[in-house]
């Protein structure tokens, strides 16, 4: 039972729970950007350079075979696979990764000038004197009387 309540607790720690929430909010992002760069910046891509579908685009290696029977329907040769190189849906993985590195950036960018207006307006008190110095205060007095 130890066991349990010490993952319970571990489990628990606001850290954790935070990073939770944010690899779920995440996620959630990245889906929302994927879905805006598919439906809406690569059709305005395609757009201007001409209709192109970005998605589509690929250099193909090695062309697909068809499966080859005999008369009596035994397979001769299997079929075989198109081999290519999809650079479009790349691009568009590019653009994906950009928007979301700069939106953290930004959340970066806002969380650490919110950090240093908190410094700001909370200056630091001055250090309290050690007891050494508290000793010589009270002999200093002392002498002067």
Same mark, same amino acid.
């Given at each position: 039972? +130890?066991?349990?309540?010490?993952?319970?607790?571990?489990?628990?720690? @606001?850290?954790?729970?935070?990073? /939770?929430?944010?690899?779920?909010?995440?996620a959630a992002? @990245?889906? &929302?950007v994927s879905? %805006?760069?598919?439906?809406?910046?690569?059709?305005?891509?395609?757009?201007?350079? @001409? +209709?192109?579908?970005?998605?589509?685009?690929?250099?193909?290696?090695?062309?697909?075979?068809?499966?080859?029977?005999?008369?009596?329907?035994?397979?001769?040769?299997? /079929?075989? $696979?198109?081999?290519?190189?999809?650079? +479009?849906?790349? &691009?568009?993985?590019? &653009?994906?990764f950009i928007?979301?590195? %700069? $939106?953290?950036?930004?959340?970066?960018?806002?969380?650490?000038?919110?950090?240093?207006?908190? /410094? $700001?307006?909370?200056? /630091?008190?001055?250090?309290?004197?050690?007891?050494?110095?508290?000793?010589?205060?009270?002999?200093?007095?002392?002498?002067?009387?």
């Amino acid at each position: 039972m +130890g066991m349990m309540k010490e993952f319970k607790e571990f489990a628990m720690r @606001g850290n954790l729970v935070d990073v /939770a929430v944010a690899f779920v909010m995440g996620a959630a992002f @990245g889906k &929302i950007v994927s879905s %805006f760069v598919d439906g809406i910046v690569m059709p305005l891509v395609g757009m201007l350079t @001409g +209709g192109i579908d970005f998605n589509d685009k690929k250099i193909i290696l090695k062309d697909a075979l068809p499966e080859v029977k005999d008369a009596t329907g035994n397979i001769v040769t299997k /079929a075989v $696979a198109e081999v290519s190189v999809k650079y +479009g849906t790349f &691009i568009t993985n590019v &653009i994906d990764f950009i928007i979301v590195a %700069f $939106a953290v950036f930004m959340v970066i960018k806002g969380i650490n000038a919110m950090k240093k207006k908190e /410094a $700001a307006a909370a200056p /630091a008190a001055p250090p309290e004197p050690s007891s050494t110095d508290k000793l010589l205060t009270e002999i200093r007095d002392a002498l002067k009387k």
